[in-house]
């Protein structure tokens, strides 16, 4: 059995956006990244399976699968999401809308279930998504908004049973007379961050449709989740592709995982990890505007993205908290380097291991120069699912944890703004829904723009105090304006603490001379 993590998704509202090229990572400048999607070679092109019956999970739905199994009431997994919906609705259409979503992509009405041991999945032909309704106009305007806010934690926190089709929920929830709020939630299994946008565009089609002509139906995509997923098991696993980006892997991360050993403030102990399912708290910031300028400078200086020097920061800061010069933490990666897979609905994303390696006497530039390459090299070999690898260290005797990832760091591009949104007549906006159950220690989430960083560090609050997580955002900062002002400094010269910080330790650790008996002995003052 194989327990790992990946996921991308956050709720914060930040991470919305509707341009699905906007989600992919940003690790290297547009031309590098076509020229390595043009010298790769496809493995045979994905074609529709010939019969509808059950069919293989693909390696990260099968990660996940047991994960749920592990743990049936856990809403780590649940992708939730609340729409402001301002204007005149009709309830009618919304729902006829969003049932030729679900018709439209099968994976939505797949179910899981073992068949002889090993976990398959079932497209359910007539399975419907119900829309149950909560009106609170009969309450006082001023408990609207917590009544509403306790229905958005409440279908957060409901766990899905992933042997029930459709792994997608709805309810509308009636505010005021012409505002709603339409809350959506799927399970990770049949969906990710790169889905949101996808959709989002189905069901403002189908409601114009439903809204002219009191009917929908989307135009089917050519293949399904459920192709990809044979492909996955068959095609590409014999690939020349597969066996090359097996060896990579294997000499890049070697026979066994160096976990980063964080200790937690709140429960003391020498390492371990959170129990899976525990409360997450957020910390949102917006980069400094002088940190993000040398930010900016350092990575033209280098030739660098701005993606590796956030992540060799991030790097640096967990190794000065643990104590490490190597370990692994987590990079989600879109997983969508396919034609075919762009427009589809699924679980793509993956996690991949970086192996941190961190010499005090090597210099920022080297890191950098270093961190450039492995990323290059780690988007080349994207495809490789990451379970082969950890099934091959389990093979070798290496047990596993539940949660392989103490921490992780992930990267999305801001996408450009085109005006308000809006289904048919109707004003769209995002409320926050961040999921309230966190699944690593902590992570950063950041989210690059022309303009600026805003970045988030998701944490468990049963490890961390809020207090301790303010400092890390703080000295990951620090760390990001070091670098860019010195790239040639030593890295175990970087300075961590702002002035202040300095300023009290060095008060702290030199006090004031005191006098003390000449005739009293040390060992009695003791």
Request: net charge negative.
């Amino acid at each position: 059995m194989l327990l790992s993590f990946a996921s991308t998704a956050t709720g914060t509202a930040m991470h919305e956006s509707l341009d699905a090229d906007s989600l992919a990572e940003d690790l290297l400048d547009d031309a590098l990244l076509a020229l390595l999607q043009d010298e790769r070679p496809e493995p045979d092109r994905i074609a529709p399976r010939e019969s509808a019956g059950p069919a293989p999970l693909s390696f990260a739905q099968q990660r996940l699968w047991y994960l749920q199994q592990f743990n049936p009431q856990s809403a780590a997994y649940n992708l939730p999401r609340a729409l402001s919906l301002k204007g005149e609705l009709h309830g009618q259409h919304l729902t006829m809308a969003l049932q030729a979503v679900v018709d439209r992509h099968d994976i939505l009405r797949s179910r899981f279930a073992e068949v002889e041991g090993i976990p398959q999945q079932f497209v359910e032909a007539d399975a419907r998504l119900e829309m149950p309704c909560e009106d609170l106009t009969a309450m006082p305007a001023t408990q609207r908004p917590h009544a509403l806010q306790r229905l958005i934690e409440a279908d957060a926190l409901a766990p899905f049973d992933l042997g029930k089709a459709p792994l997608i929920r709805a309810r509308l929830v009636k505010v005021q007379g012409d505002e709603h709020v339409l809350l959506l939630n799927m399970h990770h299994i049949v969906s990710d961050a790169w889905s949101n946008p996808i959709l989002l565009q189905d069901l403002l089609g189908a409601y114009s449709q439903a809204a002219a002509q009191g009917a929908c139906k989307l135009q089917r995509p050519a293949i399904q989740y459920a192709d990809y997923a044979i492909w996955q098991r068959q095609a590409y696993l014999q690939s020349d592709a597969c066996q090359a980006s097996a060896r990579y892997w294997h000499t890049r991360l070697g026979d066994e995982l160096q976990p980063l050993m964080l200790p937690g403030d709140l429960d003391p102990r020498c390492a371990g990890v959170p129990p899976e399912g525990t409360s997450a708290r957020y910390h949102g910031l917006q980069l400094d505007a002088e940190v993000f300028q040398a930010l900016l400078q350092l990575s033209r200086q280098q030739g660098v993205q701005p993606f590796v020097i956030a992540l060799a920061a991030w790097q640096v800061l967990l190794g000065r908290y643990s104590g490490q010069r190597q370990f692994t933490l987590g990079v989600p990666s879109a997983g969508r380097n396919r034609s075919e897979t762009q427009q589809l609905v699924g679980f793509f994303v993956s996690t991949q291991i970086y192996r941190a390696e961190l010499d005090p006497q090597q210099s920022v530039r080297t890191l950098l120069q270093n961190l450039r390459e492995q990323s290059i090299a780690a988007l080349s070999h994207s495809d490789y699912p990451m379970e082969l690898y950890l099934e091959t260290l389990q093979h070798n005797g290496q047990v596993l944890p539940t949660q392989l990832f103490q921490a992780l760091f992930n990267w999305r591009v801001a996408g450009t703004a085109s005006g308000p949104l809006a289904l048919g007549p109707l004003q769209l906006d995002f409320l926050d829904t961040a999921s309230a159950q966190a699944k690593c220690l902590i992570g950063i989430d950041l989210e690059y723009a022309a303009d600026g960083l805003g970045f988030s560090l998701e944490y468990d609050c049963s490890q961390f105090s809020h207090g301790t997580v303010q400092r890390m955002a703080r000295h990951w900062q620090n760390l990001l304006l070091a670098m860019a002002r010195g790239p040639e400094q030593r890295l175990g010269e970087l300075d961590m603490l702002g002035t202040p910080e300095q300023q009290a330790t060095f008060a702290q650790w030199n006090p004031a001379p005191a006098e003390h008996p000449a005739d009293q002995a040390l060992h009695s003052r003791i």
